[in-house]
């Protein structure tokens, strides 16, 4: 296969990169080593540095395993981005553990799904999602919760005023005393600063299992090794080269406990030594313009939907905050509009290219050069030390001639080992090193793929990946739904949101709001479906399979209709 996208690579980029053979955890032992008085990371004015991140990551490993953990367990952790997620994140993969991220917004029912899959017996928390754990704890095997506040890493006043604020808010955790109860900071006091010896084969030990729908949509985790996540952050790295090591500024905003945000706004960071101006909550515009104010970052990666955002901000329109620092802007999980990445350009001074990757990949695969040509629609070319093809849609040995369309195959050092305890659905995407990624795409004479439909029935809303069996099964459950669907619809908001077909039992009735209230009692907030279709019936294959993509037509269609 004849790379001609590397014509088109910058100045300074290589070809291919050397993945260092070490764990995820020697990152950030190597920036400890190097660079221990740098700051890591700022939440609110509160810093830690390099040494004392390094340090706290060795006494969470050592609790660990005091109470019990060993090589390979599945450790699950719930927090927002956070000076404790960092410490945690590392702790568990220096005691050799495996990272179990869980979305804070999950319900108990998507927390019990995840634990008994993962095999989670501990996890750490940040208070305010306690009931939602301690709800699902029995059913999902969960034994031990170890307990954090936000307010633990903060500075005086702030961590005095945190509990009074949340109280305030509504949204303060009393957490009752219980045996199963540990504190996150008596644990760390009480353990051993030095860090554990543990042998880890980068290539073979999983560092994560990271859940996704996969291509069938049932939840599945994807079992990235410490390669993998070495070799992503690894990658971005050398795609740019303008970057200095502990120099750099990183605006984390982008949620760590997705692997884009993992990689990007934490990985990265730590391979860079750089500082994480940590935001805990993306959609809070106000501290991201203040943070980016006062500490003058650098980097930015984020969801075109931020980027939109502080482009149309109005403080920033009137010169309030200076937004000019950022120098570097990686997108992904949504395509980027061309003219809002040129207005954000314009705006700030920064360069932005578009990424595309997938949870299965750690997550990205191919970007767009940061200098030189940028074609509209396009997702880029592939990383460094990355295959990308076209190839027919029924046999994945045959590829496609360029300008021609099928699905997207991948293969490097960032694609996972596989699914967790799934060996056939691991066949499926899986095949000599390549992954097929279910989306359907094309290549044209320069290199540049472009992503053209879905072969899977995958909505991203707001940046977020949403399988619609996630939200039909949930519909189903209604005592009044016979049938359901859910589809995604354009949304200029959020670029896609969810919207439900359904069809009613015979006698039963029930509104729109019903439907959308039973929902967000069972399902994270960002899966609810936002509006609500009742038909007579959903329509159907010759076999009874829901046409679900010939209902998002037709609301397409609707859409397009109403707006001209």
Known sequence: MEKIWLDHYNPGVPHEIDVPDIPLQQLLENSARDYADSTATVLLGAKLSYARIDELANRFANALQKLGVQKGDRVGFMLPNSPQFVIGYYGILKAGAVSVCFNPMYTPREIVHQAKDAGVKIMLILDRFFPQVKEAMSEAGIEKIIVTRIKEFLKFPLNVLEPVVSKRKGDYVEVPPAPYILNFMELLKSASPTAPKVEIDPAEDIALLQYTGGTTGVSKGAMLTHRNMVANASQARSWLPELKDGKEIVLSALPFFHVYGMTACMNLAVLLAATMIIVPDPRDMAMILKAAHKYRPTVYPGVPAMYIAITNHPDVKSGKYDVTSIQYCISGSAPMPVEAQLEF??????????????????????????????????????????????????????????????????????????????????????????????????????????IVDRKK???????????????????????????????????????????????????????EQEIIEFCRERLAAYKVPTMVEFRSELPKTTIGKVLRRQLAEEERAKQAAQQG
């Not at 069996?469 to 859910?486: Q, S, T, Y």
């Open 345 to 450: 350009e314009k705006v700030t001074g920064a360069r932005l290219t578009e990424a595309y990757g997938l949870t299965e990949t750690s997550p990205a695969t191919t970007i767009n050069p940061l200098h030189g040509e940028r074609k509209v629609g396009s997702i880029g070319i592939p990383f460094p030390s990355t295959e990308v093809k076209v190839v027919d849609t029924e046999d994945w040995q045959k590829e496609m001639p360029i300008g021609e369309t099928g699905e997207l195959a991948i293969k490097g050092p960032q694609v996972m080992k596989g699914y967790w305890n799934m060996p056939e659905d691991t066949a499926e995407v899986l095949h000599d090193g390549w992954l097929l990624t279910g989306d359907i795409a094309k290549q044209d004479e320069d290199g540049y793929f472009f």
């Open 457 to 511: 029935d995958l909505i991203i809303a707001g940046g977020y990946n949403i399988y619609p069996r996630d939200v039909d099964e949930v519909l189903f459950e209604h005592p009044a739904v016979l049938e359901a669907a859910a589809v995604g619809v354009p949304d200029a908001r959020r670029g896609e949101t969810v919207k439900a077909f359904v069809a009613l039992r015979e006698g039963q009735s029930c509104t």
